[in-house]
């Protein structure tokens, strides 16, 4: 399977994006999902992850109530959608998979996900 995560900008703080990633190659459906970031200088990090079938989400703390984590299994396709932005979300996002088939728990280790692709970059100006 190959991911491409896409959506990022150059937003204002305060301003919200909307993050796409799209699966090739195989379907994604049975799968828990998961966004990730990486700014300038640091580790990847966990954002948000959605269960296969969509029933259970999770999110680091400093994105709970601003971020929203969803898929489209018939599109083969997950979402982020970034609200109220701050500089500190400025980073490379990118969009992974927990190749355990039909996983009930979100896990937030990067080396839990595979298919990384390319990330999408996100710019928040003060």
């Known amino acids: 399977v190959q991911l491409q995560a896409s959506g990022g900008g150059l937003v204002q703080a305060g301003g919200s994006l909307r993050l796409s990633c799209a699966a090739s190659g195989r379907m994604v459906s049975d799968y828990a999902m998961g966004w990730f970031r990486q700014a300038p200088g640091k580790e990847r990090e966990f954002v948000a992850g959605v269960t296969w079938n969509g029933g259970s989400t999770a999110y680091v703390d400093s994105v709970k109530g601003r971020f929203t984590i969803s898929r489209d299994n018939t599109k083969n396709a997950v979402y982020l959608q970034m609200n109220s932005l701050k500089p500190e979300d400025t980073a490379v996002y990118y969009c992974?998979?927990?190749?355990?088939?039909?996983?009930?728990?979100?896990?937030?280790?990067?080396?839990?996900?595979?298919?990384w692709g390319q990330g999408t970059l996100v710019t928040v100006s003060s």
């Open positions: 992974g998979r927990d190749p355990t088939f039909r996983r009930e728990v979100i896990r937030t280790n990067t080396y839990n996900y595979d298919a």
